[in-house]
């Protein structure tokens, strides 16, 4: 996208030629400015610069992403909500102050931990906050806030409790690594981590064998060897996946090959938060015996065959005749 900016010589307020304001105001055909156009004009553009102010709102909880790696990618919104901010919930307030040193800017109010296991106990002190009319801003380590981090919770308890809660988009490891992977990004799912221990891990990738999506997971540097073993085994040596480990950081670094071709480059370990994006399944087209099949099911409960053929042809992406063909064939030969 290109974005270009008038020439000079178009921007002034006006120089005296016809059918241009002169010192404000909007011209009509004749060079005759009205005055009540420019009022009008004035208050859209106050209201534009309300609506796109980078200040944080009283009363409200703000969710605000934080850089995933490269402090440079910190919004403005995220530096003055950390400078304006009457309370802040950090998922680690150790690490929220170095970023705010990063950033080169000073919190001025109260910071507050936020994490996985006091998240439903700090989550009435920071209502009460807003009712007060304070300005509540809520921050994760990375990324953003409720997504594999803090603030599901407090989002439902804000939402049960009518407090307003907005946010302050971001960066974002999940997006990232998708838009780098190569893969389809039309569809996708966001499975977080896998479960640590081997039979519940292989038991998650077989629910997912089928699944079409683009699939996102996080993982341990530690067991991400595991995990690509894991899903070779279960979802196919040469199912497509990416491994994006670094984002944003200087030894970012994304091998894109099958998933047995992977499972081997990571054998002896690697460095790096890391970030696996697979491709999904290849769509299975039912054949009309399997959709023939059902239709003699539900005929069997009594319903009409050609009804029975046409719900399950509906089903399978199949012709209703073709199905009610097939049916009457099996149905003759089982006979």
Do not use: W
Not at 237 to 259: F, I, M, Q, Y
């Amino acid at each position: 996208m290109t974005e270009s900016l008038p020439p000079a010589e178009h921007s002034a307020v006006g120089d005296g030629r016809d059918g241009e304001p002169d010192q404000g105001g909007q011209a009509d055909g004749n060079g005759i400015t009205d005055p009540a156009a420019d009022m009008v004009d004035t208050a859209d553009t106050a209201g534009a610069l309300v609506a796109h102010s980078p200040d944080l709102r009283r009363g409200t909880i703000t969710l605000a992403a934080t850089p995933i790696g490269n402090a440079s990618d910190g919004s403005r919104r995220l530096r003055r909500g950390l400078e304006q901010a009457d309370l802040i919930a950090a998922e680690d307030t150790r690490r929220l102050r170095a970023l705010a040193q990063r950033l080169d800017v000073e919190p001025h109010g109260r910071i507050i931990a936020l994490h996985e296991h006091n998240e439903r106990d700090r989550a009435p002190e920071l209502l009460e906050a807003a009712r007060a009319g304070r300005r509540v801003l809520v921050v994760s380590d990375a990324g953003m806030p409720s997504v594999s981090d803090p603030g599901y919770r407090l989002v439902q308890a804000a939402v049960s409790a009518r407090v307003p809660v907005t946010v302050a988009p971001g960066p974002s490891a999940v997006l990232t690594a998708l838009a780098l992977s190569g893969l389809a990004s039309d569809r996708f799912c966001f499975e977080g981590f896998l479960p640590r221990k081997p039979g519940e891990r292989r038991r998650a990738l077989e629910s997912l064998a089928t699944q079409e999506r683009t699939m996102i997971f996080l993982e341990s540097p530690r067991r991400v060897h595991d995990s690509l073993t894991a899903m070779a085994e279960v979802l196919g040596d040469g199912r497509p996946a990416a491994l994006c480990r670094e984002l944003t950081k200087t030894h970012e670094e994304v091998r894109r090959a099958p998933l047995a071709e992977l499972a081997r480059s990571t054998a002896d370990g690697v460095l790096g938060e890391v970030v696996l994006v697979v491709a999904g399944a290849e769509p299975v087209t039912a054949g009309p015996q399997d959709a023939a099949r059902e239709a003699l099911a539900l005929a069997g409960t009594g319903m009409r065959l050609k009804a029975a053929a046409a719900q399950a042809a509906g089903k399978a992406g199949l012709r209703p005749n073709e199905v009610y063909r097939a049916a009457l064939e099996l149905r003759e030969t089982t006979a």
